[in-house]
């Protein structure tokens, strides 16, 4: 079975900090992958390079969908394939909540305005966002910007989805329901990499966690295996310190 | 002779009120075809010093810098009276815009790249993470929104644009000061200058209150 997701040998360099150290990683076809660790282990960086947000060592090699992600004329092609919802949600403050998730299906994929709102539209609708077509971003809470920013990745069709810390700048009461998009979103089929401190969610939703220290891949398993039975120390004091309270 | 009749004499107004009008024209014909080269040019730097290769970026610079520190007066005096040496001959009009909107640019470059600069990082990687080529992103995502930051600053840079055309009355354009100067010489009274002034400040006041109000409006919606 092809991987559509292959990363080798992944290192990436701050000045002489090494955030990742020779990483390998393989993600399937529609796998959900949780990425959990303490900060600075390296989660956030490894899933900046899949669509090249960081550069990463020239060594190293990653491919979508057997594209290979280097600085050049594919690049914007493999990066309209791989949605990112970011912790920040990075939506665009000028244009309302359509316009967000119009923009670049219009322009990348060339869809007419009319094909681009009505598909616009039904994805609003499916994070439950609908009544809010028409509002600038600022007016809606974290949660509701959170989703909007969900459907603007999802209207490239892309064929995965990566999450950074999606609900860690999010009021407590308002992570449940974007927790709650992403889990119906693993339900069909697209392949997703989810860097979280959202533990439930990764045992729930995950077909696999990584778990990563030091800007390397400590242990990788099913939720079962990782969460109940941690084969590493490090894991175990991880889990330890962040489900016991 | 009182003071009315000197500074404020109004037969002396009514006779030259259609050449100073005439020298308005002129100088809102100045005024606006440098606001609009200088906007032109200094995006075009903008974008170059933030973007272009290395060596570009480096040439931008120098350019900004250089066209910052002469003084106008002393770039339009060799635009008019040195360049015919070496066979560059300008018109008036044209020496007086090229002055001017060769400095706006620079000033404007400048604006321009403080506001892309403000743009939050975020808003680069999402564009580029939808896989928004240069152009779309600056077009559609940052532009709009460094624009609207800047406005308050690039209005300021108009109004020193158009107050600086009065210098073009030194390369005998027969803008407003000029006329104003000539009909000072000829009804041997200076209330025409006053007439100018007051035309310059009933002119530019509503750019000035304009700028004040944005400035309040944008402070504002920041918190």
Not at chain 1, 196 to 204: N, P
Not at chain 1, 235 to 244: D, I, P, S
Request: aromatic fraction near 6%; charged fraction near 15%.
């Amino acid at each position: 079975m092809g991987s559509t997701i292959q990363i080798t040998n992944l290192r990436k360099q701050f000045g002489a900090f090494t955030a990742l150290h020779d990483l390998d990683l393989q993600i399937a076809e529609g796998e959900v992958v949780c990425v959990i660790g303490p900060s600075g282990s390296g989660k956030s960086t490894l899933i900046r390079c899949i669509n090249l947000l960081e550069p990463f060592d020239p060594q190293s090699k990653i491919l979508v969908g057997g594209v290979p992600v280097e600085a050049g004329r594919n690049l914007e092609k493999v990066r309209a394939d791989v949605g990112m919802v970011f912790q920040s949600f990075n939506l665009f403050p000028h244009l309302t909540v359509l316009r967000n998730v119009m923009l670049a299906p219009m322009r990348v994929r060339h869809l007419t305005p009319v094909q681009a709102e009505a598909r616009s539209r039904e994805l609003l609708a499916r994070v439950g966002i609908e009544g809010q077509a028409e509002k600038y971003p600022g007016k809606l809470s974290g949660g509701q910007q959170q989703r909007v920013a969900i459907a603007r990745a999802l209207a490239m069709d892309p064929k995965v989805m990566l999450f950074d810390e999606p609900t860690s700048a999010l009021d407590p009461e308002m992570v449940g329901e974007v927790l709650d998009v992403m889990k119906s979103l693993a339900g069909t089929g697209v392949t997703m990499v989810v860097v979280t401190h959202e533990m439930g969610f990764a045992r729930q939703v995950a077909d696999r966690v990584v778990f990563m220290d030091g800007g390397r891949i400590v242990e990788t398993g099913t939720p079962t295996q990782i969460f109940d039975h941690p084969q590493e120390e490090r894991t175990r004091n991880f889990l330890g310190a962040v489900l016991n309270h | 002779m009182d003071i009315f009749d000197t500074f404020f004499n109004v037969p002396v107004l009514i006779r030259t009120f259609p050449l100073l009008m005439s020298g308005l024209w002129i100088t809102v014909q100045i005024g606006v075809v440098s606001i609009i080269a200088g906007l032109v040019l200094g995006m075009v730097l903008a974008l170059v010093r933030l973007y272009a290769a290395p060596w570009l970026q480096v040439i931008a610079k120098l350019y900004i810098n250089l066209l910052r520190s002469i003084p106008l007066l002393v770039l339009l005096i060799i635009i008019y009276y040195a360049l015919p040496f070496v066979g560059i001959r300008l018109s008036p009009f044209m020496s007086a815009v090229s002055a001017l909107s060769l400095v706006s640019g620079a000033y404007t470059a400048e604006i321009f790249r403080a506001g892309i600069e403000a743009i939050p990082k975020g808003q680069f990687e999402a564009s580029s993470a939808l896989g928004l080529g240069y152009r779309h992103m600056m077009v559609d995502v940052i532009l709009p929104q460094a624009i609207r930051i800047v406005i308050p600053p690039l209005t300021n840079n108009c109004i020193n644009v158009i107050k600086d055309t009065a210098l073009a009355s030194v390369v005998a354009m027969p803008d407003l000061l000029k006329q104003a100067t000539q009909a000072q010489a000829l009804s041997a009274n200076p209330s025409p200058l006053i007439g100018a002034a007051i035309i310059y400040v009933a002119f530019l006041w509503p750019l000035v209150a304009a700028v004040s109000r944005l400035e309040r409006r944008y402070a504002k919606a920041d918190h």
